[in-house]
């Protein structure tokens, strides 16, 4: 006799990746019958962040897309370019806008609840799961994981840093900015041991969003970025603009495995599977991917996909040799990338990025860097044990 559950489907948290899995689901006919819990601790009511991302196909949230652009421009002491894009444009999502989107969708799809709460305990079970949440105990065939990763860090083994920022969306009294052209990375600035760069998305000549980036294992004050934005703007002859929007993040990158299931019937969504790239930081396109992988498996076959991710294993390793420079000698990220986009075309870069890569592609890419950083990481991976910055 089959069993019985309240939903076929249970996601737990309604951020990018639960609300974007529910929309997957509500866009298939061949799952138009299957049952919905969507559980999520806030309603989203904010613009309480954005999404940009490369993209050369059409996606499913072009329709909100705020802004996009088709030249990109990399500077470093060394070198700079500014690049047109050929088969990728350059894209922003504001965050209420994709809120309201999927809000929209899903709220013409009566199969799909819901509810305001938090998931406190899944367990797997032979034939489904049993969620215990705030609001109420629920079964389920399958659920599906959103909440924030938790793990014991084992920093013997595993890399650990983090891609913070802070960035203003200013206006200025005078022309300014260009707005074809996204500022990708500016690595002109000091970079104090660290991987430290502008990043500008302009609106207008006038309007842009400005952040100070860095990939590193500790935040700074919120002062320090603050202060190098406000250098940005003085060297760009902006001494009079107005704050807008403010923006605040700090996004983990670790190789530190994050498992794609947490049992049979439960399998892991966003960054607790994984889906912000480690090297990068970038999460919405992988977010998107990983959505339509698993309901293209839950579509034909009942069930998720034998292989849940997808991910292939060279770029991970790509990804633990960066995050190993990035650790113990993160100034040299500037030279890496600098020589990238010497060497190689934005296209190139961004496909490697995306893990669409051949091998010979994979090749051409790490071929157009100086070998001996990464030689020597590989040694640090060979024998278990990330490297470290050596104090002078």
Known sequence: MAATFDYDYLIAGGGAAGLSLAYHISQDPRLADKRVLLIEPETKNQNDRTWSFWADAPTPFDGIVAHEWEQIAFRSPQFEQVFKLARHRYKMIKGLDFYNFVGQTLAAVPQIVRVQGTVEKLEDTPTGIVAQTSVGTFTARYAFDSRPPQFQKQPDKYRYLLQHFVG?????????????????????????????????????????????????????????????????????GVTEYQIGYEEVGAIPMTDHPLASAAGRHIINLGTRAGRAKPS??????????????????????????????????????????????????GEQTRDIFTEMFTRNTPERIFDFLDERTSWKENFQVMNSVTPWPFLRSIAHVLRGRPGQRVAK
Do not use: C
């Not at 600035?189 to 294992?217: D, N």
């Open 280 to 329: 990068t930081g970038y999460a919405f396109k992988r977010i998107q991917a990983h959505s339509a992988h698993l309901v293209q498996a839950l579509a034909t076959t009942g069930q998720p996909p034998a292989n849940l991710t997808g991910d292939q294993w060279q770029f991970g390793l790509f990804d633990t040799l960066l995050l190993d420079i990035m650790q113990r000698k």
């Open 168 to 236: 203003w969306e200013v206006e200025t009294t005078h022309d300014v900015f260009d707005p074809k052209t996204v500022e990708f990375m500016d690595f002109r600035g000091e970079q104090q041991q660290e991987a430290r760069f502008m990043y500008v998305l302009p609106f207008s000549k006038r309007q842009a969003f400005v952040e100070y980036t860095l990939f590193s294992a500790e935040l700074l004050p919120k002062a320090a970025y603050e202060a190098a934005m406000r250098e940005y703007l003085r060297e760009l």
